[in-house]
């Protein structure tokens, strides 16, 4: 059972550190690279052990091509919905 609990807790782990590096990269109007993830991965690893920003406790939990996988899939299906989204959106509301 608590293999269960620690690959779930893993998972949970990938997915917000993705988010986290998915919402930098969008903010800054860039794609996600492995580079990307790479570096927001050691600047975490890099926080003091008290700190209580609640990511880089996770940051142990995961792998570079497990966060950089799902937040370039992420980024990937937004951009599409988006594009979806402007291509519904009547002319008139141009
Ligand atoms: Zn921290």
Redesign the pocket.
């Known amino acids: 059972m608590s293999g269960t609990n620690a690959a779930t807790s893993r998972e949970a782990a990938v997915e917000i550190l993705a988010l986290n590096a998915y919402g930098i990269a969008d903010r800054d109007g860039k794609q996600v690279t492995r580079q990307m993830v790479e570096s927001r991965l050691e600047e ?1 690893a890099g ?2 052990p008290a ?7 996770l940051a142990p939990l995961v792998t570079v091509s497990k966060v950089y996988g799902t937040a370039a899939r992420w980024q990937l299906s937004i951009a599409a919905t988006r594009a979806l989204a402007r291509g519904a959106r009547p002319r008139h509301w141009r």
Do not use: I, M, W, Y
């Open positions: 975490l926080h003091p700190c209580d920003c609640g990511l880089c406790d």
